[in-house]
């Protein structure tokens, strides 16, 4: 059966706009980044899911290990669920509420590890607490950003801990610090783990592209392995986080990291397809009903302006999916109300009918539906409420 009429007639009783999970392609992609991980274990970056259940799903498979959090909010309410007893929180937090939370938790406190990159976050979690709170597990951020020469910035913009003696004066303060645990080491290479190397039709791009990864992760893996023992000399390590779904194995070959993050390969978003060393398959879309039939090769359909986060350019948009041979006009993209579609393939559409759209990014589709609907074959296994089907917020 062609995609297109597996997924009609497994969502075929549904009333469009809905998101499924091909939970096929689901769990290929959780597989796949096993295999690109090369031994060391994967712990699940939830943003890029937002959907308790299949963050249950994929833990339960061999080769996953812990939650890489975006909020703490998010970290204090998947230890309520149990969903896992490993709970790095990727982001500094500003949230007194959580923190009072997270410090009256004993079960939360051995659970959870907040992010810090200097003494202004350890102040921070004071000021929310008081003197006299107990030990509050932390991970330093060490910046891994590509800095060939001064003025000049790749990668993103996080962590001001650039050098190993950066690196190991925090460390220093933060272990001499009462109330702070220093536990861990991340080191997210963004320039790397989340720009495709192969983006469609831009040679020139790719080119410079992967001569700057060559150089950026050339650099990397010596300052990383000088950061992060100059940080044992001073600390007890439980762990090194390192990578994105992007960066699997060139991250993985680095012995100073014990662990890798990732979790927009799990889902397979538009922004992925630009990669040249793996291929997540589509394991989530999201159904729009035909409603005009303006002309020949339009059709017209219902909402669908679910736009990504980030750089405001042409990428960041969804794109038509099913049937092939769709997309987008440059003069109104993807609508509020409504999204035209052009191309000979829209002749075949029928009111009613639904186009199949694929999200620029992993997590974010989850915030506009309240569930997704998981597809096995031709039919709907299960009905999964996203985190805003749940009624929780964390952004």
């Known amino acids: 059966m062609q995609p297109r009429s597996r997924l009609d007639t497994a969502t075929k009783a549904l009333d469009a706009p809905f998101a499924i999970v091909d939970l096929d392609a689901f769990d290929h992609n959780a597989a796949d980044l096993v295999r690109r991980a090369g031994g060391k274990p994967v712990r699940v970056a939830s943003k890029s899911v937002r959907v308790r259940w299949l963050l249950e ?10 939650v ?37 938790d004993e079960k939360a406190l051995r659970r ?7 003494v202004q976050h350890l102040d921070l979690v004071d000021a929310a607490l008081g003197t006299g709170h107990p030990p509050v597990r932390v991970c330093l951020e060490l910046d891994v950003s590509w800095r060939p020469f001064p003025g000049l ?3 993103p913009r996080r962590s001001p801990v650039h050098s190993a003696r950066d690196a ?5 303060k933060i272990t001499k610090r009462p109330g702070f645990s220093l536990v861990g080491v991340m080191a997210y290479e963004g320039q790397i783990a989340g720009l495709g190397d192969s983006p469609i039709g831009k040679p020139l791009r790719a080119a410079a592209v992967r001569w700057m990864q060559r150089k950026s992760s050339a650099e990397l893996v010596e300052r990383r392995v000088e950061a992060v023992s100059a940080v044992r000399r001073v600390a007890d390590l439980e762990f090194v ?82 049937p092939v041979g769709l997309k987008l006009t440059p003069l109104e993209g993807a609508g509020e109300v409504q999204t035209p579609v052009v191309g000979r393939a829209a002749d075949v559409l029928a009111l009613g009918d639904r186009v ?18 998981v597809v096995q074959g031709d039919a709907v296994v299960h009905t999964a409420p996203t985190y805003r089907g749940e009624g929780k917020s964390f952004g």
């Not at 833990?59 to 996953?64: E, V």
């Not at 959870?112 to 200097?118: F, G, K, L």
């Not at 799990?266 to 990669?275: E, R």
Request: net charge neutral; aromatic share 10%; glycine share 12%.
């Open 68 to 104: 890489m959090c975006y909020s703490l909010a998010e970290a204090l309410w998947l230890s309520e669920c149990d969903l896992s007893d490993d709970l790095l929180v990727a982001y500094p937090t500003a949230d007194h509420g959580s923190l009072r939370a997270l410090a009256s």
């Open 112 to 118: 959870v590890t907040i992010m810090v990159d200097s």
């Open 168 to 172: 190991a004066k925090l460390a220093s």
């Open 356 to 373: 199949w759209f694929r999200h620029a990014k992993a997590g974010e589709l989850a915030e506009r539906f309240t569930h997704y609907h």
């Open 241 to 322: 986080n390192g990578g994105g779904t992007g960066s699997l194995e060139t991250t993985g070959a680095d012995p100073s990291v014990t662990e890798l993050a990732a979790g927009s390969g799990l889902i397979g978003p538009t922004l992925f397809d630009a990669y040249r060393a793996f291929r997540p398959r589509p394991a989530a879309m999201f159904a729009l009903p035909v409603v005009r039939r303006p002309g020949a090769n339009v059709a017209t359909v219902f909402a669908g302006g679910y736009l990504a986060s980030g750089t405001a350019t042409a990428d960041r948009l969804p794109s038509p999916y099913l």
């Open 153 to 155: 910035h790749v990668g």
């Open 57 to 66: 799903r994929v833990l339960g498979r061999p080769g996953y290990a812990g």
